[in-house]
């Protein structure tokens, strides 16, 4: 997985697809959140293909949750350690946070430095 989840919505459901191919016997996938595990349905199975799928969502997805690690877990016994990766929530947000840039000025020619100032609102 990437580094960081396609832009999420302030507000809306954020949906985290981890799938699996192979593996005897097919393993068990798991979302978490830290030690906290958030969803252990898996909701598809293709035992032709040997695919194996879960789907996360979090509805009402708020600026608390940017930056979040979410870890996709992979399991299949208790002989060999699971397989794991994560990706971070990337949030846009509905309204400015409590700062607003009001300029933003640049340096001599050649020069590629910027510089702003910041109100509280």
Known sequence: MHDF????REGSTATLVCETVGGHPLPRISWWRGKALLDDVVEEVDAKTRRVRNTLRLPNVGRREHGHRLTCRASNTNL???VETSI????????PTK?????????????WSVGWSVIKL
């Open 5 to 8: 989840s396609d832009p999420v």
């Open 80 to 82: 060999t350690r699971p």
């Open 88 to 95: 971070k929530i990337n949030m846009v947000c509905k309204y």
């Open 99 to 111: 700062r607003q840039i009001i300029r933003i000025t640049t340096a001599l020619p050649g020069c």
